[in-house]
């Protein structure tokens, strides 16, 4: 009998804040690995892609978030340092004022052209990808 691993699947929201519509909504992470990243997690059995983006941003900010898009899906093996993870992202908004939930030791709302330097895993290519979208409505073409 063979033994199969799958990669886990995951989920990342971009969350605009409609309040500010210059900024989205980023996390400090309480846990291994810590650095700032884009709201997220785990997708549990028999859940949807969208209710995990859903209860993920609502545990993480505390936010209500009206899904947009989804973004694209990244699936580097090496993208998350602990194990492979898959990860779909899709793009939010919310009104209010982010607080800190779940796995997050802090929230913070930044400007577009502010990406943090500790990003965690692929995350700052991930709001470059989100840029390039912004500003062009398309994808530059796939390298990887």
Do not use: C
Request: charged letters at 25%.
């Amino acid at each position: 009998m063979s033994n199969y691993r799958n990669p886990y699947p995951t989920v990342d929201i971009i969350i605009e804040l409609l309040d500010d519509n210059s900024k989205i909504v980023l996390i400090e992470r309480h846990n291994e690995p810590l650095g700032v990243a884009i709201p997220g997690g785990f997708v549990d059995y028999g859940e949807s892609l969208e209710s995990a983006a859903v209860r993920e941003a609502k545990e993480e900010t505390n936010l209500d978030i009206t899904l947009l898009t989804q973004l694209k899906t990244y699936s580097n093996p090496t993208r998350d340092p602990r194990f492979h993870t898959v990860s779909t992202v899709f793009i939010a908004t919310a009104n209010g004022v982010p607080k800190a939930g779940d796995d997050a030791k802090s929230v913070i709302a930044i400007e577009i052209n502010n990406i943090p330097e500790n990003m965690v895993f692929d995350h700052k290519e991930i709001l470059e990808d989100y840029v390039f979208w912004k500003r062009n409505q398309k994808f530059p073409s796939y390298t990887k």
